[in-house]
């Protein structure tokens, strides 16, 4: 089989594609670094030649304003055409827990937008809606840090692992498209504000939590359903304790 890991380069694009090349498939990894840009479509047509299935590992390189929006627009439309082009078989791809909850940002309503293409294409697709990554705590932090001080909401969130992410799309990429939506998400579920609060104790930064319920999520307020899973989500196993441990943040000097 071969399959096009769109995003292959990216945090959990190219765990998908490691993953893929120890079961003995032909991968390929692409992204800007190897001469494609879905925005524009340049490189498209090439790397998706022959692909029986494209993986859409891709993201936004912008997360604030309208940019967000435009980005998913611009890439699925332009995604789709060249694999209707191409003859693909299976389009994989990952998506956020309560996308279709938020309409006030502009992220969410793109990856709204970006399933609702999906869904239109004629092209048998399987979608995963994961939970926020542990490892987007960080830039949760960075985007939300005024003063040495981050204003959160207190909503719950359930954070999962990206590595359990990448294992659950190569699974997806190998086996017959579902023509639905996944919901995937970690083993904990707790306050987004109180998470990032022990985040930044256990990296020890110097940086204190306010909790405020109508503070923004990425232009969206949140109540306590917008960031979770419905009861049939996959829940992965690693916790927020284990993968600190194993993640590069554990002893950062900040």
Same mark, same amino acid.
Request: with cysteine; proline share 6%; hydrophobic share 45%.
């Given at each position: 089989m071969k399959i096009v890991v769109i995003g292959g380069r990216g945090l959990v694009g190219r765990n998908i594609v490691r993953r893929l090349r120890e079961q003995g498939h032909e991968v390929s990894a692409a992204s800007r670094s190897t001469g494609v840009d879905i925005v524009t479509g340049v490189g498209l047509a090439d790397a998706l030649a022959g692909a029986d299935t494209v993986v859409d590992a891709s993201n936004?390189?912008?997360? =604030?304003?309208?940019?967000?929006? =435009?980005f998913f627009r611009k890439a699925i439309d332009n995604l789709l055409q060249a694999e209707a082009d191409? %003859?693909?078989?299976?389009?994989?791809?990952?998506?956020?827990? %309560?996308t279709e909850r938020m309409a006030d940002s502009p992220y969410f309503? %793109?990856?709204?937008?970006?399933?609702?293409?999906?869904?239109?294409?004629?092209?048998p697709f399987t979608i995963v809606h994961a939970t926020q990554f542990y490892e987007f705590l960080l830039q949760i932090v960075e985007l939300s840090v005024y003063e040495q001080t981050l204003r959160l909401s207190p909503a719950y969130i359930q954070p999962v692992a990206s590595a359990d992410v990448a294992v659950a799309?190569?699974?997806?990429?190998?086996r017959p498209p579902r023509n639905a939506v996944l919901e995937m998400a970690g083993p904990d579920r707790e306050r987004l504000s109180e998470l990032i609060q022990r985040?930044?104790?256990?990296? =020890?930064?110097? +940086?204190?939590?306010?909790?405020?319920?109508?503070?923004?999520y990425f232009g969206a307020t949140l109540d306590d359903e917008s960031l979770v899973p419905g009861r049939?989500?996959?829940?992965?196993?690693?916790g927020f304790?284990?993968?600190?441990?194993?993640?590069? +943040?554990?002893?950062?000097?900040w």
């Open positions: 936004s390189p912008e997360l =604030e304003g309208l940019a967000p929006f =435009e191409a %003859g693909v078989k299976h389009h994989v791809a990952v998506s956020v827990v %309560g309503r %793109g990856k709204a937008l970006q399933a609702a293409r999906i869904r239109a294409s004629g092209i799309m190569a699974e997806l990429a190998l985040f930044l104790v256990e990296i =020890e930064a110097p +940086y204190d939590v306010i909790t405020d319920p109508l503070t923004p049939d989500a996959r829940l992965c196993s690693t304790g284990a993968w600190l441990k194993q993640s590069e +943040y554990w002893g950062a000097n």
